[in-house]
């Protein structure tokens, strides 16, 4: 079990630059979830998929943000036009079915300058 | 959105004594799953307890779940330095998207 695996581990842009986030589940995992987290809060539900599939998305989430799971396997968070709000942490999980615990990586920090 | 409520926000306790936080959501569920966060890294989870359940445990911790009152609690018992973090409760929606919302945390200071 290697773990679910986020890349990059920190990130800086500038203001209205696009950036793009990977994460790898554990292999087994059909389920993925996005969340970004702030400082001082709890995680906030972005989106998610089961398989290749997008279940749900955030209605908080402008059409800036997009996120891909090509094949089920690994995901994808594209940001575009980025914005200083946009600074956080951005934590992806993988869980193997419904009911299951969530197994989260060390997330990717956004910082917008 | 958050979908649940943690109190108390913070907590300082002497290493040794016990820790209780508490969870408050507001529609009703299918399971509830306690995590906690280590500055700076990922969420790892502790708990799930799901909502025909009332109690569980697991080592140190113990979880209540009421239903009626749409609460949880954590205990920690004997706690150490290390337990220093902070701490979420998480609950899906009974209807059936099977997505998980995070409550705002309790952070959780054991001074040794």
């Known amino acids: 079990d290697t773990g679910v695996s986020q890349d990059p581990r920190h990130k800086i842009t500038k203001r209205g630059q696009n950036v793009t986030f990977r994460c790898d589940p554990i292999?087994?995992?059909?389920?993925l979830y996005w969340y970004r987290q702030t400082l001082g809060q709890g995680p906030e539900f972005l989106t998610y998929?089961?398989?290749?599939?997008?279940?749900?998305k955030s209605r908080l989430l402008s059409d800036r943000f997009s996120a891909e799971r090509p094949k089920g396997s690994f995901s994808t968070l594209e940001i575009q036009r980025t914005e200083q709000g946009d600074s956080a942490m951005y934590l992806c999980a993988s869980g193997p079915s419904i009911n299951s615990p969530l197994h989260f990586g060390n997330g990717t920090r956004l910082t917008v300058t | 959105s958050q979908q649940g409520e943690e109190d108390p926000q913070a907590l300082s306790i002497q290493e040794g004594e016990n820790a209780t936080m508490n969870c408050s959501y507001k529609?009703?569920?299918?399971?509830l799953q306690w995590y906690r966060q280590n500055s700076g890294r990922g969420l790892v989870h502790l708990i799930l307890i799901r909502s025909n359940e009332r109690e569980k445990h697991s080592g140190r911790l113990r979880v209540t779940l009421d239903t009626s009152k749409k609460s949880s609690s954590l205990l920690i018992t004997a706690s150490r330095a290390a337990d220093t973090a902070s701490y979420f409760c998480?609950?899906?929606?009974?209807?059936?998207?099977?997505?998980?919302?995070f409550g705002t945390g309790t952070r959780l200071k054991v001074l040794a």
């Open positions: 529609t009703s569920i299918n399971n």
């Open positions: 292999s087994e995992h059909n389920r």
């Open positions: 998480a609950t899906d929606a009974s209807s059936g998207t099977y997505k998980y919302i």
């Open positions: 998929f089961q398989n290749e599939a997008q279940l749900e």
